[in-house]
């Protein structure tokens, strides 16, 4: 009974002939071209033009191969560093345009206190100035808060405006603080007057930021967008002529008014002491 035979496959024995075939095959072919080098230079330099031929190509499209992944490499590099640099950049413009903003509100908060500080030097009943460093928005009730108190002169009841006109009255003070009662509140009501031919109203707020103004006398709607409504002085307490508030709204009888003097929009403001009609007329020659 026949067997296997032990050893290698037939397939190993016929790989290992056919490599030993190439090897001796390569050997006589380099011997050959050994000697042709020697023996006949001329149809040697014709062999290695012929190989140099075939092998051109093939160089050619490995070379191609490399430098289009080295392309896809450094391009991806550039891009990377390309995108680094545009970030760099979009920071220093935000930080350059937060400057910018910063400087322009303090050109414009310098600005102000210019005019807060002109209109001090002009008025005679001057207590203080003072910064203002809260509002109420949401709430029904309009308060601004005042960074200066009793120890630099205020006490309640003093009117408070600024450059571009009346805030409110004092209804609370600290040694160090106030609280002001805007314009714009319903529980203040203000005598005043229609700019535009004098006309007395009243102005009273209406606690949504806005200001409800009325003629004292019933008729015809006197009032027209764009109309200023200033201060009388009638009563004291606010001296007259202080503007209040510019017309942006006709209703059946009266009008809706904005502020001039919006807590968002100031940052300083000034007490005074309350107006007396009396002592004003006194002072008259």
């Known amino acids: 009974m026949a067997t296997a035979r032990p050893g290698w496959s037939r397939r190993a024995q016929y790989s290992l002939f056919f490599s030993f075939l190439a090897l001796i095959a390569g050997v006589f072919v380099g011997l050959i071209l ?70 322009r509100a303090i050109v414009l908060e310098n600005r102000e206190l210019k005019a807060t500080l002109h209109l001090r030097e002009g008025e005679h009943g001057a207590i203080a100035v003072g910064r203002v460093v809260g509002s109420s928005f949401s709430s029904p009730r309009r308060f601004a808060i005042l960074s200066v108190g009793t120890s630099s002169g205020v006490r ?32 203040n009501i203000i005598p005043a007057r229609l700019l535009r031919g004098g006309l007395p109203v009243i102005a009273q707020g209406r606690g949504d930021g806005t200001i409800d103004v009325r003629p004292l006398e019933v008729g015809r709607n006197p009032f027209k967008r764009g109309d200023i409504i200033i201060t009388s002085g009638t009563g004291g307490l606010y001296p007259p002529l202080v503007p209040i508030a510019r017309v942006v709204k006709l209703d059946d009888d009266g ?23 009396a002592a004003a007329a006194g002072e008259e020659p």
């Open 34 to 103: 050994l000697a042709m080098s020697l023996l006949a230079p001329a149809k040697f330099q014709s062999v290695r033009g012929a190989a140099l031929d075939i092998t051109g190509p093939v160089s050619s499209s490995l070379h191609q191969v490399t430098a289009t992944a080295g392309g896809l490499f450094s391009g991806a590099g550039n891009y990377w560093d390309a995108a680094n640099q545009n970030a760099s950049l979009k920071r220093e413009r935000d930080a350059m345009r937060r400057q910018i903003l910063q400087a």
């Open 156 to 187: 309640i009841g003093m009117p408070v405006r600024s450059a571009d006109g009346l805030v409110g009255r004092v209804i609370d003070a600290g040694a160090l603080a106030s609280r002001v009662l805007l314009v714009s509140d319903h529980n």
């Open 255 to 277: 009008a809706v008014a904005l502020p001039l003097a919006d807590p968002s929009r100031i940052s300083f403001a000034i007490v005074e002491q309350p107006y007396e009609p």
